[in-house]
């Protein structure tokens, strides 16, 4: 069962300008080692990286203050695709809402990035509403 849907879009010029503003500090506090390895130092890569933060914190209907971006990680895996991997809050927060599986998918062209994250949730007991079902 869905429990959460999240979409984001990201200007990869605007966060080349951040990422030359802020620096290496700027880049340690938003995506972890991990991460910047798989980026491969492509501005691009760290882009979709972002917005795949950002969808996953839609998806647990957080935002930036609720979750540290470190608190979500983006894995590329041994066949080449995205993996989430939640951390602190963000992992509190799945755990609140009864999240437990992860859908990721990120591109990016000309310019943009783009990133759609959704969340499974455990099918209720027989006899339990869904959460979020609890009105007449």
């Known amino acids: 069962m869905t429990g959460g849907v999240g979409i984001d879009l990201?200007?990869?010029?605007?966060?080349?300008?951040?990422?030359?503003?802020g620096g290496q500090a700027f880049v340690d506090s938003a995506?972890?080692?991990t991460e910047q390895h798989d980026a491969?130092?492509?501005i691009e890569r760290?882009?979709?990286?972002w917005a795949a933060k950002e969808a996953v914190m839609k998806a647990?209907?957080?935002?930036?203050?609720?979750?540290?971006?470190?608190?979500?990680?983006?894995?590329t895996g041994t066949d080449g695709a995205p993996d989430i991997v939640l951390h602190g809050n963000a992992r509190h927060a799945a755990s609140t809402r009864?999240?437990?599986?992860w859908h990721i998918?990120?591109?990016?062209?000309?310019?943009?990035?783009?990133a759609i994250a959704i969340a499974?949730?455990?099918?209720?007991?027989?006899?339990?509403?869904?959460e979020g079902t609890d009105h007449d």
């Not at 647990?60 to 894995?75: A, T, V």
């Not at 499974?120 to 869904?130: D, F, I, K, V, Y």
């Open 10 to 21: 990201v200007e990869t010029k605007t966060l080349e300008e951040l990422i030359a503003a």
């Open 31 to 33: 995506w972890s080692t």
């Open 40 to 42: 491969e130092g492509s």
């Open 46 to 49: 760290l882009a979709t990286r």
């Open 60 to 75: 647990l209907r957080c935002g930036l203050g609720d979750l540290e971006p470190l608190d979500i990680e983006i894995h």
């Open 98 to 101: 009864g999240l437990h599986s």
């Open 105 to 114: 998918s990120m591109c990016h062209e000309q310019g943009w990035a783009v």
């Open 120 to 130: 499974g949730r455990t099918l209720p007991e027989p006899g339990q509403r869904p």
